[in-house]
């Protein structure tokens, strides 16, 4: 009797620390780290789209701008320099790194900016449909990419409320070794509107 006794008694136990360990963020931190790697992955996913876009964009307008190849010159360059500056999900911590990559996606989008101007120039370029697919689907990549980003900073946000609020902070720093995962922050230029006139 006493056996079953002791043998229920450690269930009871178990289950207890079980339901203890459940709701006391133990298992909160490491949900919270994979959603916010897999919101950035879906960044670098968009990132990666508008970049495959870039060389059918270019190349459309190359036939008809010809005299614009500085402008394409610097497209190509920092379609170059954006994709091979890359963070990996282990490197999320690294404020430094994060900042490198959004420099080169920053200059990305100001060649961007730029090409589109020099469409103005060429009104058969805008009436052409390979060119008008071309914007669109990159006009629908920055608005996934602005989705994207969204996500990922909400999901860091939560991430680090989680590592900073008791009781997980005790888990953080104990067991995980938990570091502030880095935010995208907006960059000199964002609260100026782009200029672009068709």
Do not use: H
């Amino acid at each position: 009797m006493n056996r079953v006794v002791a043998q229920l008694s450690a269930i009871i136990l178990l289950v207890a620390m079980g339901s203890a360990l459940s709701g006391c963020g133990y298992n909160t931190i490491p949900t919270k780290e994979e959603e916010a790697k897999a919101r950035w992955s879906d960044v670098q996913n968009n990132y990666q789209r508008r970049a495959d876009l870039i060389p059918n964009l270019v190349a459309t307008v190359q036939g008809y701008a010809k005299q614009e190849k500085d402008v394409l010159t610097s497209v190509i360059e920092a379609r170059a320099k954006a994709t091979q500056v890359r963070v990996d999900a282990s490197q999320l911590t690294d404020p430094e790194k994060l900042k490198q990559f959004q420099d080169a996606q920053n200059q990305l989008t100001g060649a961007l900016g730029r090409l589109l101007v020099v469409t103005e120039n060429y009104p058969d370029l805008k009436s052409n449909a390979n060119f008008l697919a071309l914007q669109s689907q990159l006009e629908g990549t920055e608005n996934r990419i602005a989705v994207a980003r969204r996500d990922y900073i909400e999901a860091v946000r939560a991430y680090n409320t989680e590592i900073r609020t008791f009781p997980s902070v005790i888990w953080a720093k104990t067991v995980f070794g938990s570091k502030p995962m880095a935010e995208f922050t907006a960059n000199d230029n964002a609260q100026a509107p782009p200029t672009v006139k068709f």
